[in-house]
């Protein structure tokens, strides 16, 4: 029997579509897979000129993937605090925050962007797992007067170094007053937006959250091709190489995070992420500290991989973790790794044990391509280490200009 290496999606209507799935559709996605039950394109043909398109350009994604739960009420800070470790009385009104939301174990359940749009009103933009029905179910017993709720609001995002430019069409100069992880909301033509300073690529970019989504997406996408079509915008999936050279991670069974992976495992157990110091009683918060005072056993590094170009991670060519091995015995594994068209090598991340994490250490990954082949422990993220591309001042200039003239 013969083995078909790219068996096709089913497209039905028992799997969700976003907002956005028609409108994207007409681009001609490739390649779809499936987030939070809800098909998403994954790429348009060629995910290494969709990189480029990325980092040199503009790009629109359509990611009606990212789910909006809302949480109001009397109680909504004190129970939205309650379910991140990070303190959210350091998170104003118009802020956005990347959390984790963690189980009473320690693990991570999920990774939302949570924005702040009232004193007691939240979104948390989810990844790829149901906490809607967690937060619900915490709710139940929690003695407090909130309400949790999937919301019809859905973003789009524009990302790339022509961001801003496409941004400033759409919304005026008033849109390069908004700070990186801040967000504002609008009226763009008789359509109510939410547009936050944040993205999937440590690029510069933006996420424009459209309300009564499932009526109003597709003129939004429209608009939004509008615009870009003077700045050469291209439609393209979620830019896994770009996010891997970032160092942002990926949530799922097999992925970087996933329930049974903690916060300093992933190396992201500071105080900005996990403060065991405030007041609140969050979820897993006496695990956690437990882990930090006992320590952990395994790590997220980063590796420079050897062998043939690994390809880019969202195109089929990762369809499984790939084993790390260290005087033969398997000791840990690649969760997600791709060829750098920029670096010209290969990258990824491996959970490996704290006896193979200083920088230099040599190990080695089973390559689907290569076979056993050589790695190197290195910093991560491996490009812009520092966030300053994505946190960068950003000025109106010749774009608000030719804005203003037309």
Known sequence: MSQIEAPKILLYSRLRRSPYFYASRKHGPKMYSVYNHTYHPRHYGDPVEEYWELVNGVTLWDVGVERQ???TGPDAFDFTNMLVPRDLGKCDVGQCKYVFITAPDGGILND???????????????????????????????????EVREIDVNPVQVQGPKSKDVMIELFGEDITQVPYYYLREYDLDGLRVAVSRTG????????????????NGEALWAKVL??????????????????????????????????DVNPYEV?????????????????????????KDEGVSRKL?????????????????????????????????VTSACWSPRLEKNIGFAFVPMSHTELGTEVEVESPVSGRVEATVVERPFVDPKKEVPGQEVAAGEAARSTSAS
């Open 69 to 71: 739960i809302e949480i």
């Open 112 to 146: 939302p962007v949570l924005l702040r749009l009232e004193e007691n009103r939240f979104w948390l933009s989810l990844a790829d797992s149901d906490i809607e029905l967690w937060a619900r179910g915490v709710a139940v017993n929690s003695g407090m007067d909130v």
């Open 200 to 215: 999937y690529t440590a690029e510069l970019g933006y996420e424009i959250y459209c309300y009564e989504a499932s009526k």
């Open 226 to 259: 509008e615009a870009g079509e003077p700045h050469g915008l291209a439609v393209i999936g979620p830019c896994h190489i770009k996010r891997i050279e970032a160092g942002i991670l990926a949530l799922g069974p097999g992925c970087d995070i996933w329930y």
């Open 267 to 291: 190396d992201m157990g500071y105080e900005w992420m996990v403060d065991l110091d405030q007041e609140a009683d969050f979820i897993g918060k006496e695990a956690l500290r437990r882990i």
């Open 301 to 333: 590094v980063g590796l420079e991989i050897g062998g043939d170009g690994l390809g880019s991670y969202n195109d089929g060519s990762m369809i499984d973790v790939m084993p790390a091995f260290s005087d033969g015995k398997q000791i840990g594994k």
